[in-house]
């Protein structure tokens, strides 16, 4: 460990600008690793193998496929270049970066490497269930794992430091690379040349055209592809996209009078000024009850405007407007081409994935509507701007259940540059994303059943409950859902009470309520709300929690015990 007298500050000036690179093999970690090490060390985290894929627009393996290992390595060894003349930060390589010489000097120049040096084994066990490396595509993969190994190791001990990547909390390796900086940085004596000092690299975000941050997620369900473009300014864009999109359609933009402002604005000015011919199409106001009212509005404004099949329709706004739109588009014409622009912090999560299209019926929450996905989907983060804090609040709850479910390495950066993204820093753009990427996972993992995490908790809070002097939002009732969840979890003994505190911490720290005596309302009796969570979709049935990351249906919990928690619970 670094000692008492060389703190983190420290260690970083004895970098002396540069960047620490993660070379290994296949399945060593160096991604896991690296950004609980970034973390720890206060830097930015780049994995160049995703680097690579942004800007290919395709995978890794079918890079591999189209193009040959040879045409990729040079791509890498260019990405992995740019990497390193960008800033300090801690980059995580592929397998085979480090075999090219000059990608090799290119690392010294600009940054200290160290090997994660892993055995054939522990090796072998990590990426056995992993399908997309493409050198382990074969029928016989263990054999091309130990050729490789043989091939890499002389190699990749030509590195400036060696670590072993053992089984066992990802937290005892940060450790152990942690204390071969400390002792190995006086060894290496090129430390006494500093690099020339860059700024910070952003953490994230990639650059557009016109200089604007942003991040491309490329999502697929099948033979569905479609892709979400994040970063402040995207709307800008939107006419040249939609441009290369759907060259000559006209665009049916679908919104209602909360995005009349500024957001349609700046969206029919990129579209003008791509020459793209436009029909606004507004949404009535309408009550819960009259959506439907609503939705035969959009669909004869559209058809009044001859907008015809191979056009576009865009959805720009919330989540009830997307729906809105998406549905009409799937109706009109038997289905039209759909572009999804969601406005507000909830939307910019739950928007962007997935093909349900509809609204609900009224006479219960059973939906109506169809399954269209879009043909894009664009997130600017600029419309959150002027978004009251607690909507902020109630997104940065969406993005906190989806790290839960699917990414313990996602909670701890949320962990770290949470308060960046509450405030609208830039690390808002890699947020989405990564939450963008988490859920469209799950759902093509048909793992959907897990997005029901801290729901049925949320959906069994009193309505007339209060929070900061206002009726519980959306973002405000899955927060205690969520942290109900975690502390079930523990007392059931799935998961340690310390990650459950951890969980709760993090959501207290953000502004968002965590237990059900947070909101006061209507008196609230354990045994009904105990009936009302075993009487779901799926009795005695709910998402639950190994740990952060690592959520799971159980399939059946004990009903006193469940009473028990709550009572418990309400006396808090």
């Not at 043989?150 to 390796?173: F, I, K, M, Q, T």
């Not at 900086?181 to 006494?192: F, H, K, P, V």
């Not at 300014?233 to 402002?261: F, H, N, Q, W, Y």
């Amino acid at each position: 460990m670094i000692s008492a007298g060389d703190t983190r500050e420290n260690l970083i000036a004895r970098l002396r600008g540069r960047s620490i690179v993660l070379v290994g093999m296949m399945g060593a970690g160096k991604t896991s690793i690296g950004k609980r090490l970034a973390a720890a060390l206060g830097l930015a985290f780049v994995d160049a193998d995703v680097e690579i894929e942004t800007a290919a627009g395709m995978t890794i393996a079918e890079i591999f496929t189209r193009h040959g290992e040879v045409y990729f390595r040079d791509g890498e060894r260019r990405v992995v270049s740019r990497l390193l003349r960008e800033g300090q930060r801690v980059v995580a390589t592929g397998g085979g970066a480090f075999m090219n010489a000059a990608t090799r000097d290119r690392i010294a120049e600009y940054g200290i490497s160290i090997w994660l040096k892993a055995d054939a084994e522990i090796l072998l066990r990590r990426v056995r269930k992993r399908s997309h490396r493409p050198l382990l595509s074969g029928q016989d993969a263990e054999q091309t794992m130990l050729r490789l190994i043989e091939e890499r190791y002389p190699v990749y001990a030509l590195a400036d430091l060696c670590v072993e990547s053992r089984e066992g909390p990802h937290e005892l390796v940060v450790a152990d690379v942690m204390a071969a900086l400390d002792r190995g940085l006086a060894t290496i004596s090129r430390l006494n040349r500093p690099v020339e000092p860059q700024p910070p690299a952003p953490i994230a975000p990639r650059l557009s055209d016109h200089g604007l941050a942003f991040e491309t997620v490329p999502i697929e369900f099948g033979a569905k592809r479609y892709e979400a473009v994040v970063g402040s300014g995207v709307l800008g864009e939107a006419g040249a996209r939609l441009a290369r999109l759907a060259p000559d359609a006209v665009c049916a933009v679908v919104t209602d009078k909360s995005a009349i402002g500024g957001h349609l604005v700046a969206l029919e000015a990129s579209l003008a000024s791509a020459a793209i011919r436009f029909v606004r199409i507004i949404a009535p106001e309408c009550q819960d009850q009259d959506r439907w009212g609503a939705f035969s509005s959009i669909c004869d404004q559209i058809v009044a405007a001859g907008v015809k099949r191979g056009d576009l329709v865009i959805g720009l706004g919330g989540e009830e407007i997307i729906d809105l739109a998406g549905f009409a588009a799937s109706a009109i014409h038997r289905g039209m081409r759909l572009v999804r622009v969601p406005t507000t912090p909830c939307s910019q999560i739950e928007s962007t994935v997935g093909g349900n299209v509809g609204l609900k019926s009224t006479r219960g929450t059973i939906p109506i509507g169809a399954t269209l996905f879009p043909a894009l989907v664009l997130v600017d983060t600029r419309t959150q701007a002027n978004s009251p804090i607690r909507d902020l609040r109630a997104g940065y709850a969406h993005l906190v259940k989806y790290a839960l479910i699917k990414s313990a390495d996602d909670f701890l950066w949320l962990e770290s540059h949470g308060r960046q993204v509450l405030e609208r820093g830039p690390s808002i753009s890699h947020a989405i994303a990564a939450s963008c990427r988490a859920k469209a996972s799950l759902l093509a993992g048909g793992e959907e059943s897990l997005m029901d995490f801290g729901l049925a908790f949320a959906d069994c809070l009193p309505r007339g409950g209060l929070f900061g002097g206002a009726p519980l939002n959306e973002g405000e009732r899955l927060s205690v859902g969520m942290a109900c969840s975690f502390r079930l979890s523990a007392r059931l003994g799935h998961c340690d009470q310390g990650e459950a505190e951890r969980v709760e911490n993090h959501l207290l720290q953000s502004g968002l309520p965590t237990r059900i005596t947070d909101a006061p309302g209507p008196a609230i009796d354990a045994s009904a709300l105990a009936e009302s969570l075993l009487q779901g979709k799926e009795p005695r049935s709910l998402v639950l929690a190994r740990g952060i990351g690592q959520c799971f249906q159980s399939g059946d919990i004990p009903a006193d015990a469940l009473l028990n928690f709550l009572r418990a619970e309400l006396e808090q």
